[in-house]
């Protein structure tokens, strides 16, 4: 087969599935701790990758919340913000929409203030210097009670303008998106967009989806890979155009499988699929390494490869004209 990596590296592309805090690599973790005065249990970048020993969701989960605890000041956000913003341009990402997960951080004493203000900083430096478009989407953590996800809904308010829609995120067994009905009707009134991880192989996957059609009115789904376990479930999600967004490195790291053939079957059973790198500092490999995984393990073609990233732009929660000076850009690329 024809060897693609070039192709992939060049591609225009859109990232729809990335969380700020999982873009942390052990590089900026140790500077971070440096500056904050923290004493990290590692010496170096080599002994804090040794230490990353997961293989499902919540051993993921752990190691992830924990490397979060160097992030103290707004400038610290800022940086890791930068930090995967310029890494993105580099792989010739040119639009973005990426989470946040405020509760990690306000459960620890930082202001929510300092997040957003950190991460806003760094969106607005890295289009001006490097043209890379971006919005943010705020996550709720699962795993903790409806009532605090409210408070953080009621707390964003202020930044409406700065957020464009709410997800849903961590420990997925034993928090299904019902959980959430009222947090996110209450989003939707105030004018964000909505969409839920249903994270692989979870246990009640297929039900968890269906929850987000019927319960919730999600307008994206988060992996959702499962969805294929059922005719009529994948049928209501291409009925209603919406966008998965997998994730194949951080599948392969949670569960048995990159799910790589998934997404081959989902491009030929026309469902608006598209892939993402989810926490490409603790699942090695950002999008184009996402993107060549795939290509290579499912053997797809050049046209395939296209389909993916104007899946990525339909899918993207940008306006109608702002997607379609994407899609022309891309043109011009496969030209
Ligand atoms: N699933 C659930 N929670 C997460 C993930 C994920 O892929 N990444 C960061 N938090
Ligand atoms: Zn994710």
């Not at 996550?139 to 464009?164: G, V």
């Not at 928090?175 to 959430?180: L, Q, Y």
């Not at 994206?220 to 994730?247: F, Q, Y």
Request: hydrophobic share 40%; proline share 3%; charged share 25%.
């Amino acid at each position: 087969m024809e060897n693609l990596d070039g192709f992939i590296e060049g591609l225009p592309k859109a990232e729809l599935h990335v969380h700020l805090e999982g873009t942390l690599e052990p590089g900026l973790k140790l500077k971070l701790a440096r500056r904050n005065n923290l004493d990290l249990p590692y010496a170096s970048e080599d002994e804090m990758r040794a230490a990353y020993a997961f293989d499902d969701l919540p051993s993921f989960l752990k190691v992830y919340y924990e490397g979060m605890s160097v992030l103290l000041e707004e400038q610290d956000f800022h940086d890791l913000t930068t930090a995967y913003l310029e890494k993105a341009h580099a792989q010739n990402v040119v639009y973005a929409e990426m989470f946040f997960d405020p509760q990690a951080h306000t459960t620890r004493g930082i202001a929510f203030d300092t997040v957003i203000n950190g991460i806003r900083r760094a969106q607005v430096d890295a289009e001006d210097r490097l043209g890379i478009q971006t919005r943010l989407i705020m996550c709720f953590l699962r795993d903790m009670p409806a009532e605090s996800a409210m408070e953080t809904l009621e707390r964003s308010l202020d930044y409406k303008d700065w957020i464009i829609g709410v997800g849903l995120d961590s420990d997925e067994k034993g928090n299904p998106p019902v959980k959430f009905k009222q947090v996110f009707e209450r989003a939707r009134a105030e004018g964000y967009l909505l969409t839920m991880h249903c994270d692989v192989d979870q246990q009640d996957s297929t039900t968890h989806i269906w929850q987000t059609l019927n319960d919730i009115g999600v307008d994206r789904i988060d992996h959702g890979v499962n969805a294929l376990e059922d005719n009529a479930l994948c049928r209501e999600i291409k009925d209603r155009k919406l966008a998965l967004t997998v994730c194949p490195i951080s599948n392969g790291y949670v569960t048995d499988s990159r799910k790589t053939a998934e997404i081959k079957t989902m491009l030929d059973l026309g469902l608006r699929v598209t892939v993402n790198s989810d926490d490409p500092a603790y699942f090695p490999g950002y999008i184009n390494e996402n993107l060549i995984a795939t290509q290579r393990e499912a053997g797809l073609s050049k046209a395939q490869l296209i389909q993916l990233t104007i899946n990525a732009f339909e899918g993207s929660w940008l306006s109608t004209t702002e997607k379609d000076a994407f899609l022309r850009r891309l043109d011009a690329y496969v030209a």
